[in-house]
Structure formats: structure tokens, C-alpha cells
């Protein structure tokens, strides 16, 4: 397989199914996918891969048909995801923890020809299953498997031999209110994201990696999934996140790579480890992605690892990512690294004229990783991706000499109070440098005429003894200016999160609402 070279698209597979095909003619014995002591070689998985393809189009999916998969990470769900690939089936991968509401909506936009469940891995798998009236089957390759009754009414959309036009995944956006919002993603966008990631993590066959992110979300499907099996490497998967697991694997398995959100090493940071010092591993790369990273998290993990907590950014439009900071270029501050080998970026004030270099401004994007657009919804594809490729990101960046950027926030959560401009961002390294603060997030409060209010919402160490909200109040005084400083800080003993562990700021949203209209309006 190719580096991510100015001719690496020329080189990428056509089609997702193509990585394991390759390692399994290059290095067939080597172990693919591991997990509870069940492990497939690359031969076995591009077998495995074979045979569930020939089984759903026996049962009746056909090029072009949405297989929407019901699961948490396992096994049958890879085997699934490059059986789609092989039969240019488009793969919709969804969380089998979301609620049933949320799981109806997705099928009902997407439309899929068959849904299938992994209910052996997953009690709300099978709770869903039960529910959508799948029955148990042995596919071919996959195991068992609950699979629902075929759908006959659905068309299937186009097909193209060029990975750069045809499918491979559907993948929903968290956090939406509303309508579902699918992204399609083609083969070409996630073999360049895998192959990139595989590139600039440096990643051999030798390399043994930690894929606990859901492979339902992008950041867990083509950085850490893909990007892993790119290289020929071994994934040790995990249905579900827990500090003990983690620690168990980087013990045992003697895990190489470690990717996760900044919420999964909030929680490592709370972890009795014992008499094991962690910075005695074999891990060479620790990796923070899928929201901001604040410096005293990135401070503390560091100096429980022993190694620099790398860090990028992304969004599920761009397969995921952008920007990654680079293993020969450990950077001691926040930023997200330098844009990846191949895409462009501008930055823009909000009449879309490029700013001058170290200026905020909003991130377009341009290149191979831009999704292919929202599915069945041109209006909003249109206003998001310009006639010339360039994706508005939405999001508030600032680009220093040496090329590093610097994530502000979201224009759409630009609080503006006072005639000032508040980040959330800001606020919430603020608070997350005190010493019991596990994780904050801020939002912005409709205020009186018109004025905006900062709110901010805490979870706290429970290890520690948990202040007052007063007097993180008084720690925020020498820290922020005054119009930066929240008007309330509401002390969470969790914080609403997807199944990545990103905190769902529009619950927060609606909830500070909520607190100001109970204020306004007390119950007698």
C-alpha cells in the first residue's frame, strides 16, 4: 500500500474491500482483527468477507441497496462492513446504544434494503432486533446474526465503478435536532483518510492498535478502523469503553496505538493503576480527537503516559479529518497540527475574503476527503459545498506562521455577549484546569435585550472534594475577562454524551433554557 503521496489516489484500491484483499495475498497469516480472544487473520477476514457477500445477495440485497447494521464493535460488523464493499452495497452503520427514536428516523431516511443486528455483542442490539421483528441466522462469514425481513419496497441508487462516485458508507450525524442528517462518504473518501492516517501515525504491520471508538462513527470507522488495516496492522476491538479494559489491553496485548476522545483519557486519569506505572508500555503513539482538547488534559495525560498526547481534528463531511499534529513534531500547546498531506484549506472572515495569516476566521476545506453529500437533501449539500469543492466547515480556526492550527469553536456556538465575542473553548480550558473539573462544556443562554449569557455545565472528579459552583466562580476571576465568565455554572454529575463520549451541547442548550425559564417562573 501507497503513503499518501501527491499520486496516492492514483494507487488506492477501488474499493474498500481491496485493503484485505491485499494483505491476504502480502501477509496472509497475519492477525486482522482480534477481540475476547477470538482473532481473524488477514486471510480469514477477506474470506469471511467473501462469503457474508454472497450470502446477503443470496438473501436479496443488491448493488446500490443501504445494509444498515444495528451494533456495537465486533468482529461480524468488519466482516459486514467489506461485505457491503465487495457488492457495492452502501454500509449504514448504526449505534446500537442509540434510542429506538433515533434508530427508526435513520431508517426511515436511509431506506435500507435489510437491517441487521449483532444482539451476541450487544443487549441493545438485540433489544432493537426484537423490536424490528429479525429473526437468527448463520451468515456466511459473520456468525449469528439477527436479520430483519427483507424490504421490498426500496430502490437501490446508482451504481459507479469509480470509487470516487460510488458509496461505501452512510453515516448519520450525533448532536441533530430534527430530520436525520446522512453524510454519504465514497471509497475514495475513506481510503484516503485510511491511508493517510496509516501514513502520518507512521503505522507498520508490526503495530497493534486500540479500536474501542465506535465503528459507527467516522472518527472510529476510517482513522482508527481502516487506518489500522491499511497498514496490515492488528485492531484489538472493543464493544465498549472502560478504564480497566484499557489498561488490560495495553498490558496483554501490548497495544502500540491508543486513539480515543479527550473523555476517554479524562477517565484514564482517574484510574487506580496501582503499583503499574502506565509510562512503562509499549505504547509509541497516544492519540485525542472528535472534540477539543484543553491544555491541562493534554498536560496530565502526557505526564501519566510519558508521551505526547497527539492531537487533529475533523468532521464527519470530511471523512473525518483535516488537520493531525505530527509524530516528528510533538507540539506542547492545543493545536490540531498542520492540514494533511493532500487537501486544501481557507480561511475566511465571514464575507468569505481570506484573513491574513494568525487571524480567526472560518475553515473551508477542498480535496478527496469533502464527502459526496447529504443524502436526499441537495438544498443543504449546496449551502454547505460550494460549485468549486470547497466545504464550509463552520467552524472558527486561526493559522500560526509554521503553518499549526488552532481550533476556536463553532461559528454556531459563538456566544456574543456585551458586543463581544465569547468561544466556549476558552471558558472551558479555563475550568478544566481546576484541579477536581473532569470535563466542562459552555453554551450560550438567550439573555435580556438581546444579550447573550455564558452558562456553563461541570462534571466533577469524585475522588476529590467537589467545590461549590461559587467557588469555581471565583477561580474563573483572575482567569477570564468578565464578560467571558459564565452567569451560571451548573455542577452535572454526567454530562450528556454520544456514544464517541462528545459531550451533546444542544441538550445542554435546551437545559440552560430550561434552568432561566424555572428562574423567571418558579413553581408556588
Known amino acids: 500500500?501507497?503513503?499518501?503521496?501527491?499520486?496516492?489516489?492514483?494507487?488506492?484500491?477501488?474499493?474498500?474491500?481491496?485493503?484485505?484483499?491485499?494483505?491476504?495475498?502480502?501477509?496472509?497469516?497475519?492477525?486482522?482483527?482480534?477481540?475476547?480472544?477470538?482473532?481473524?487473520?488477514?486471510?480469514?477476514?477477506?474470506?469471511?468477507?467473501?462469503?457474508?457477500?454472497?450470502?446477503?445477495?443470496?438473501?436479496?440485497?443488491?448493488?446500490?441497496d443501504r445494509l444498515m447494521v444495528v451494533a456495537e464493535n465486533c468482529i461480524a460488523q468488519l466482516v459486514l462492513l467489506f461485505a457491503a464493499a465487495r457488492m457495492d452495497a452502501w454500509l449504514v452503520n448504526v449505534n446500537a446504544r442509540l434510542s429506538a427514536r433515533e434508530v427508526d428516523a435513520i431508517a426511515q431516511h436511509s431506506q435500507p434494503r435489510v437491517v441487521l443486528y449483532t444482539g451476541h455483542i450487544s443487549a441493545e442490539a438485540m433489544a432493537h432486533a426484537e423490536r424490528g421483528g429479525a429473526e437468527l441466522h448463520e451468515v456466511a462469514g459473520a456468525g449469528l446474526v439477527q436479520v430483519g425481513p427483507l424490504h421490498t419496497d426500496c430502490e437501490p441508487e446508482p451504481v459507479h465503478a469509480s470509487g470516487n462516485e460510488q458509496v461505501a458508507a452512510l453515516i448519520y450525524t450525533t448532536g441533530t435536532t430534527g430530520q436525520p442528517k446522512g453524510v454519504m462518504l465514497t471509497h475514495r473518501n475513506l481510503l484516503f483518510i485510511a491511508a493517510t492516517s496509516s501514513h502520518v501515525r507512521g503505522?507498520?504491520?508490526?503495530?497493534?492498535?486500540?479500536?474501542?471508538?465506535?465503528?459507527?462513527?467516522?472518527?472510529?470507522?476510517?482513522?482508527v478502523a481502516l487506518g489500522t488495516l491499511y497498514a496490515g496492522a492488528t485492531l484489538y476491538l472493543a464493544a465498549r469503553y472502560s478504564p480497566s479494559a484499557v489498561v488490560r489491553a495495553i498490558q496483554h496485548d501490548e497495544l502500540t496505538i491508543l486513539q480515543g476522545v479527550p473523555a476517554m483519557y479524562a477517565r484514564l486519569l482517574e484510574y487506580d493503576y496501582g503499583d503499574w506505572d502506565p509510562s512503562n508500555s509499549s505504547l509509541r503513539f497516544i492519540y485525542a480527537g472528535g472534540s477539543p482538547l484543553d491544555p491541562t488534559l493534554k498536560h496530565e495525560t502526557e505526564r501519566l503516559f510519558g508521551r505526547t498526547l497527539h492531537n487533529g481534528y475533523g468532521m464527519t463531511e470530511t471523512s473525518p479529518t483535516i488537520s493531525q499534529t505530527r509524530i516528528d513534531a510533538p507540539r506542547t500547546d492545543t493545536s490540531v497540527g498542520s492540514v494533511i498531506p493532500g487537501i486544501e484549506i481557507r480561511i475566511v472572515d465571514d464575507q468569505g475574503v481570506t484573513v491574513q495569516r494568525g487571524e480567526p476566521g472560518e475553515l473551508w476545506v477542498r480535496g478527496p476527503?469533502?464527502?459526496?453529500?447529504?443524502?436526499?437533501?441537495?438544498?443543504?449539500?449546496?449551502?454547505?459545498?460550494?460549485?468549486?469543492?470547497?466545504?464550509?466547515?463552520?467552524?472558527?480556526?486561526?493559522?500560526?506562521?509554521?503553518?499549526?492550527?488552532?481550533?476556536?469553536?463553532?461559528?454556531?456556538?459563538?456566544?456574543?455577549?456585551?458586543?463581544?465575542?465569547?468561544?466556549?473553548?476558552?471558558?472551558?480550558?479555563?475550568?478544566n484546569a481546576h484541579p477536581a473539573v473532569v470535563q466542562s462544556a459552555v453554551v450560550g443562554r438567550d439573555g435580556t435585550d438581546g444579550n447573550e449569557e455564558v452558562i456553563a455545565f461541570v462534571e466533577l472528579d469524585p475522588a476529590q472534594d467537589a467545590p461549590a459552583a461559587q467557588a469555581l466562580h471565583e477561580w474563573l476571576h483572575p482567569r477570564l475577562s468578565p464578560y467571558k465568565r459564565p452567569s451560571q455554572i451548573v455542577i452535572m454529575q454526567a454530562m450528556p454524551a454520544a456514544a464517541t463520549g462528545k459531550i451533546l451541547k444542544g441538550q445542554l442548550k435546551q437545559l440552560a433554557q430550561q434552568l432561566r425559564k424555572e428562574a423567571l417562573h418558579p413553581e408556588p
Open 1 to 64: 500500500m501507497s503513503a499518501p503521496t501527491d499520486i496516492v489516489l492514483d494507487r488506492l484500491p477501488a474499493r474498500l474491500s481491496g485493503i484485505v484483499e491485499h494483505w491476504a495475498q502480502d501477509a496472509p497469516q497475519a492477525v486482522a482483527l482480534s477481540q475476547d480472544g477470538v482473532t481473524l487473520s488477514y486471510s480469514q477476514l477477506n474470506e469471511a468477507s467473501r462469503q457474508a457477500a454472497l450470502w446477503l445477495r443470496d438473501y436479496g440485497v443488491r448493488p446500490g
Open 203 to 223: 503505522l507498520t504491520p508490526a503495530d497493534r492498535a486500540y479500536g474501542v471508538l465506535p465503528v459507527t462513527h467516522v472518527f472510529g470507522l476510517a482513522s
Open 369 to 431: 476527503n469533502v464527502m459526496k453529500g447529504y443524502y436526499h437533501d441537495d438544498k443543504l449539500t449546496a449551502l454547505t459545498v460550494n460549485p468549486e469543492g470547497w466545504l464550509n466547515t463552520g467552524d472558527i480556526v486561526r493559522q500560526e506562521a509554521d503553518g499549526a492550527l488552532f481550533l476556536i469553536g463553532r461559528s454556531k456556538e459563538l456566544i456574543i455577549r456585551s458586543g463581544f465575542n465569547v468561544y466556549p473553548i476558552e471558558v472551558e480550558a479555563a475550568l
